[in-house]
Structures are given as structure tokens and as C-alpha cells.
């Protein structure tokens, strides 16, 4: 039961990311036109039913699916295939360690929502995203082209960067639980203050979340911070790449979003918690997944918001804002978490 068990929590979380991805395919189109008073995406129909656009996201994978998948010469042909596919993998696996939601006793089992429980959680879900630079990294170099060598030079210098302020950005809400175990943070997190008052970590952390908002959308390469891949004014690392290889990169952008997101949930809005709402058995299973979708839903509502609010940031900009202005403020935000916790103790 329990070997079963962790492989249906391993394949909702896979689920969970690749649904997120299809969806915000729609949601960026259908979040701009909104802004911007158009119509959107509404073409792609089945029997005449097109569902507000919603079925692009069945159409543009068949499309990508049937395209030529054109591969230019003298290149790096494994390195080549394996970049989107290491790009795309990894922070996948990411989402393996998040917690869904806390345990609930059903038939006499106690079962856990979280896929693959771990004391360093934290650390596992930052390497994975770490790893998914080589991807970037490693298209640019195989392409056997200047632009796309300079497109992945672009993007490892801006995922380096943003890697080391997200960290910093999570450090005093790290300190404030004593824990890298993102089940034991939500657990700090779950309970009341003064009865009335959850004790998520937007409300001791405020600077932590908004400096952990602003690198989170520059570590997945997002506008306003999609300079490795601004195809519209300069070439990014996946210029030779086409089908369904440059879907993948385009996923890979999505995906990474939803970790960041899950991130945000998890260690700032406390995330399975649902107050004054029960938790117990099926019932609570379902409160607790829904809270937690709910809150990610929120903070890709907001990402969203910036994405098609803020022009692009040239290069200088982008890295003057994370390290001399994410970083030292993050690490301030560390420094003044430390000493009020010394202090109150």
C-alpha cells in the first residue's frame, strides 16, 4: 500500500505540473486580452464548441507535435536533443517534494499528501531548478551557432544570479521555522494567532515575499526578465530549435513557474493551511489540496499581472536589480529576522 501510494502521490504531482503548464498557455493569453480589452485566444473548437479558448491547449500541442523537427548542421546532435529534455525534466522533479497537504486517516491508514518527504526539501527543490541552467547552458553551446551560444551565456548569467537572491530571499522565513523540511514549515505555519490570526509567513516575512516574488519571475526567465529568450528583438538560446523541442523550452518556462509558485506557498502563505476549515479525513484531503491550489493560483495571478505590465529590463538593469537591489535588501530582510528572533527569545 505504502509503495503505492507514493507512486500515485509521484504521478499527481507530475499531473498537477503538466496541467498547470497547458493551462497557463490559455491563461496568458486570456489575462492579456483582458488587459488590454481584445478577445484572445478563441479559434481552436470542437463541434463547433470553443469554450472560451480552452482548447488551445489541446491544439498547440498537436501542433508543435506535427511539426518538422528541423536540426541544422555540424551540431552537437546528442547535447542537442538532451538540453530541452534536461531543461524541462528536472524542475518536474521538483514538484515531488512539495507538500499538497498534511496526512488524513482513512480505513484505518494514515496517508501523507506529500509525494517524497524529505528533512532537506527546500535544498532538493533549489537543486533541481539549479540544474535546470545546464539545459539553457547546453542548447546555446550545441545549436552550433553565435546567436544561440549568446542567448545561453545570457541566460545562465541571469538564472546564477536570481538562483543566489531567491535563496536569500527565503532565509529569514528558513530561520523563522528552524527548518528545511517544507512539511515541518507548513506545520509552523498552521496554527492561529490569537485565535483569529494565521501564522503564515506573509505576516513575519512581507519584504522576504515580495523581494522572493520579484527573483522567482527573473529565475524562470518571465517577462519583464525574458532576456534569454526575447524572440521578438533579440535571439534567444533556442533559435535552433523547433516542434516540439522548443515546446518543450516554452514548458519549461511554465513549469519552472509553477515551482516558484508552489515555493511562495508554501513558505509564505502558508500552504495547505485552510483556517477555521476541517481537516480530517477525505473531506480535509480535499480542503487541504484545494487551499494549496488555490493559494498557487493566486500568486500566478500576480505574476501574471507584472508579465503584461512591465516592459522588458535591459541586461544591466536586470542584473543591477538582483545583486544591488534583491540581494542586499534580502539579506538585510535575514539579518533584521535574526536579531528580532534573538531579540524575542
Same mark, same amino acid.
Given at each position: 500500500?505504502?509503495?503505492?501510494?507514493?507512486?500515485?502521490?509521484?504521478?499527481?504531482? #507530475?499531473?498537477?505540473?503538466?496541467?498547470?503548464?497547458?493551462?497557463?498557455?490559455?491563461?496568458?493569453?486570456?489575462q492579456s486580452?483582458?488587459?488590454?480589452?481584445?478577445?484572445?485566444?478563441?479559434?481552436?473548437?470542437?463541434?463547433?464548441?470553443?469554450?472560451?479558448?480552452?482548447?488551445?491547449?489541446?491544439?498547440?500541442?498537436?501542433?508543435?507535435?506535427?511539426?518538422?523537427?528541423?536540426?541544422?548542421?555540424?551540431?552537437?546532435?546528442?547535447?542537442?536533443?538532451?538540453?530541452?529534455?534536461?531543461?524541462?525534466?528536472?524542475?518536474?522533479?521538483?514538484?515531488?517534494?512539495?507538500?499538497?497537504?498534511?496526512?488524513?486517516?482513512?480505513?484505518?491508514?494514515?496517508?501523507?499528501?506529500?509525494?517524497?518527504?524529505?528533512?532537506?526539501?527546500?535544498? $532538493?527543490?533549489?537543486?533541481?531548478?539549479?540544474?535546470?541552467?545546464?539545459?539553457?547552458?547546453?542548447?546555446? $553551446?550545441?545549436?552550433?551557432?553565435?546567436?544561440?551560444?549568446?542567448?545561453?551565456?545570457?541566460?545562465?548569467?541571469?538564472?546564477?544570479? $536570481?538562483?543566489?537572491?531567491?535563496?536569500?530571499?527565503?532565509?529569514?522565513?528558513?530561520?523563522?521555522?528552524?527548518?528545511?523540511?517544507?512539511? =515541518?514549515?507548513?506545520?509552523?505555519?498552521?496554527?492561529?494567532?490569537?485565535?483569529?490570526?494565521?501564522?503564515?509567513?506573509?505576516?513575519?516575512?512581507?519584504?522576504?515575499?515580495?523581494?522572493?516574488?520579484?527573483?522567482?519571475?527573473?529565475?524562470?526567465?518571465?517577462?519583464?526578465?525574458?532576456?534569454? =529568450?526575447?524572440e521578438s =528583438?533579440?535571439?534567444?538560446?533556442?533559435? =535552433?530549435?523547433?516542434?516540439?523541442?522548443?515546446?518543450?523550452?516554452?514548458?519549461?518556462?511554465?513549469?519552472?513557474?509553477?515551482?516558484?509558485?508552489?515555493?511562495?506557498?508554501?513558505?509564505?502563505?502558508?500552504?495547505?493551511?485552510?483556517?477555521?476549515?476541517? #481537516?480530517?479525513?477525505?473531506?480535509?484531503?480535499?480542503?487541504?489540496?484545494?487551499?494549496?491550489?488555490?493559494?498557487?493560483?493566486l500568486v500566478?495571478?500576480?505574476?501574471?499581472?507584472?508579465?503584461?505590465?512591465?516592459?522588458?529590463?535591459?541586461?544591466?538593469?536586470?542584473?543591477?536589480?538582483?545583486?544591488?537591489?534583491?540581494?542586499?535588501?534580502?539579506?538585510?530582510?535575514?539579518?533584521?529576522?535574526?536579531?528580532?528572533? $534573538?531579540?524575542?527569545?
Open positions: 500500500m505504502s509503495i503505492l501510494w507514493v507512486l500515485v502521490k509521484l504521478g499527481a504531482a #507530475l499531473g498537477f505540473g503538466m496541467s498547470w503548464a497547458a493551462f497557463l498557455g490559455w491563461v496568458e493569453r486570456k486580452a483582458v488587459m488590454q480589452d481584445r478577445i484572445g485566444a478563441n479559434r481552436a473548437d470542437i463541434l463547433g464548441f470553443k469554450l472560451i479558448g480552452l482548447f488551445h491547449t489541446i491544439a498547440d500541442p498537436i501542433k508543435l507535435l506535427t511539426k518538422e523537427d528541423f536540426v541544422p548542421a555540424n551540431v552537437n546532435k546528442t547535447f542537442h536533443a538532451a538540453a530541452p529534455a534536461l531543461a524541462l525534466g528536472f524542475p518536474l522533479l521538483a514538484l515531488a517534494a512539495f507538500p499538497f497537504g498534511g496526512t488524513f486517516t482513512v480505513g484505518g491508514w494514515t496517508l501523507s499528501l506529500q509525494p517524497l518527504g524529505s528533512k532537506v526539501g527546500l535544498l $532538493y527543490v533549489l537543486a533541481m531548478l539549479a540544474v535546470g541552467i545546464h539545459g539553457v547552458v547546453m542548447a546555446g $553551446y550545441a545549436s552550433n551557432s553565435c546567436y544561440g551560444l549568446m542567448g545561453g551565456l545570457r541566460g545562465a548569467s541571469q538564472m546564477l544570479a $536570481y538562483e543566489v537572491c531567491l535563496a536569500t530571499t527565503m532565509a529569514g522565513a528558513v530561520f523563522l521555522y528552524g527548518t528545511l523540511d517544507l512539511a =515541518e514549515a507548513v506545520r509552523w505555519q498552521a496554527r492561529m494567532l490569537g485565535g483569529w490570526l494565521p501564522a503564515w509567513g506573509i505576516v513575519f516575512q512581507p519584504l522576504g515575499f515580495v523581494l522572493f516574488l520579484v527573483a522567482g519571475a527573473a529565475l524562470t526567465k518571465r517577462t519583464p526578465f525574458d532576456l534569454p =529568450e526575447g =528583438e533579440i535571439v534567444g538560446f533556442h533559435v =535552433e530549435y523547433s516542434g516540439m523541442k522548443f515546446g518543450m523550452f516554452m514548458m519549461t518556462d511554465l513549469i519552472e513557474s509553477v515551482v516558484v509558485c508552489c515555493l511562495a506557498a508554501t513558505l509564505f502563505l502558508g500552504g495547505w493551511h485552510a483556517p477555521f476549515l476541517p #481537516l480530517d479525513g477525505l473531506v480535509g484531503a480535499a480542503v487541504m489540496v484545494g487551499a494549496f491550489t488555490a493559494k498557487v493560483a500566478m495571478f500576480l505574476l501574471m499581472q507584472v508579465r503584461w505590465t512591465l516592459p522588458r529590463f535591459r541586461f544591466d538593469q536586470l542584473l543591477d536589480l538582483g545583486w544591488k537591489g534583491v540581494l542586499p535588501a534580502g539579506l538585510l530582510n535575514f539579518f533584521l529576522t535574526a536579531w528580532g528572533i $534573538y531579540l524575542w527569545r
